[in-house]
Each structure stands twice: as structure tokens, then as C-alpha cells.
């Protein structure tokens, strides 16, 4: 993505190896926040970045914190804006029609891993780690329905990781959700953000999982979703700081 190269480019050559995967991380918090969630002018965050990346080049920052100080005035998306954006983010995924320029797969794919690996407490499952191209994006509620608006259908809280063989069985099938959620391909899925299937206190469904997934189910599971999402997409934990004046 052009605009993690922007800053990548120059700090690789310049920050420690540990200062540069700081950077990086802030990267994907401001990206995420800034451009995919709340979707805010790009023009903005691409300036600040090259301010950013001219100071690098000539050794005027050599720390993400630095990077941090220099544009999270600007940049930086709170948590209470995020997490209600979040909240009614739709990222269009269609099976019908893959080539479809509204399409985001990917962008699908990396926020549902991403929560997937936040809620197994590590990085098991990797985007491009071998094993994972079986993993398909479910529609809980079959994309086919008519019983929710598209507007709903397409929602992040829609959507779950599953395997993709298990994706096809139940479509060949035709099931609904009535049927899926009591089903083997439901019940025994190795992905935890598949509606009833998050385990202790980590839950991104219904304390019940719900007996239909209807616009209300989904815009719930979506907000608590976005719960996760505030702690996921941080720079908390005492990483950044700015500097007192």
C-alpha cells in the first residue's frame, strides 16, 4: 500500500529494527483509522506522511515516537469517532459478482483475521502463512436473501471467516442460517469469529446465539465488533506518548 511505503522507504534504512516495527504499527492505527474506517481525505494523511519521511531523510526523526509526536494532532482518529464508525463500516464482499469494482476481499479478509488473531490472544492464523488458502468469506445471512436490504447483507458484522470447502458444502446445499447454525460446519469451525463459536469472555455474539440473523442481530454483532476493534486498532500500552509542552 502506497501509504505505508511513503514512511517504510526512508525509516527502513534509518531506525533500529525495533523503532521501525513501532513504526509500522502506527502506520496500520493511523491507516486503518483515518482511511479505511472513518474515510476521511487521503490528501491529508498522504501530506503528513511526507513531511514525515522528508524529516527521516534527513535525520531529523529517528524514533515512531517522533513520527507519533508529528502527526497525531492531524491524523490520529479517537477512540469514541472510530469505534462508532466501525460500527457501520461496510466493506461490499459479493460472491455473485467477484469482479465488481465495489468488491474488498481483501479488506475483508484482514480485518476479520485481524480479529481473529486478537481474539485467539496471538498470531496463529496469518494471511499468507500455508494452510490458510482454504479460508472463505461466510455471509451469515446468505447473500441470496431476501428477508434483509443489501445495505445490511454487506455489512462487516455479516461476515465471517470460515473454511472455504465448508463454504461451498453449505451453498451447494443452499442453507439458510436457520440451518448453518446448528450444523457441523458451524458448530466444529476453527474460527472463533464465527457466530457462536467465540470461547470464554472473548465474544463477538450473542450470549445465545441468535435463532435468525436479521438487520438488528447484525448491526449488534457489529458493534461489538467494534468494541474489539478500539483495543485492536491502538496505540495504547504505553508504546507512544506525546511529548508534554
Known amino acids: 500500500m502506497i501509504f505505508f511505503k511513503i514512511l517504510a522507504i526512508p525509516a527502513q534504512n534509518k531506525f533500529s529494527d525495533s523503532e521501525f516495527l513501532k513504526l509500522l504499527k502506527l502506520c496500520e492505527v493511523f491507516i486503518f ?3 479505511v474506517v472513518t474515510k476521511k ?47 457501520y463500516v461496510k466493506f461490499i464482499y459479493a460472491k455473485r459478482a467477484p469482479n465488481n469494482y465495489h468488491n474488498k476481499t481483501k479488506l475483508v479478509k484482514y480485518t476479520l483475521y485481524r480479529l481473529e488473531n486478537y481474539l485467539r490472544g496471538d498470531l496463529q492464523l496469518s494471511l499468507v502463512a500455508t494452510g490458510t488458502n482454504d479460508v472463505s468469506i461466510e455471509h451469515i ?16 458484522g455479516n461476515y465471517a471467516l470460515m473454511k472455504e470447502s465448508d463454504n461451498n458444502e453449505m451453498g451447494r446445499r443452499s442453507m439458510t442460517f436457520t440451518d448453518k447454525r446448528t450444523s457441523p460446519f458451524y458448530e466444529n469451525s476453527q474460527y472463533l469469529t464465527l457466530i457462536g463459536g467465540i470461547k470464554n469472555n472473548n465474544t463477538l455474539s450473542h450470549a445465545k446465539s441468535p435463532t435468525v440473523m436479521n438487520e438488528e442481530n447484525i448491526k449488534r454483532r457489529q458493534r461489538q ?12 500500552a504505553g508504546q507512544f506518548a506525546l511529548d508534554s509542552i
Not at 445471512?141 to 462487516?156: F, G, M
Not at 465488533?225 to 486498532?233: E, H, P, S, Y
Request: glycine fraction near 0%; aromatic fraction near 12%.
Open 33 to 35: 483509522r483515518y482511511i
Open 41 to 87: 481525505d487521503e490528501r491529508v494523511l498522504v501530506n503528513n506522511f511526507y513531511n514525515v519521511a522528508r524529516k527521516i531523510n534527513n535525520d531529523e526523526v529517528t524514533t515512531a515516537n517522533e513520527v507519533y509526536n508529528l502527526i497525531h494532532k492531524e491524523i490520529f482518529v479517537d477512540d469514541e469517532e472510530f469505534e462508532n464508525a466501525f460500527s
Open 141 to 156: 445471512e446468505n447473500e441470496s436473501s431476501t428477508s434483509i436490504a443489501d445495505e445490511h447483507k454487506y455489512r462487516l
Open 225 to 236: 465488533m467494534a468494541k474489539i476493534a478500539v483495543d485492536l486498532w491502538s496505540l495504547h
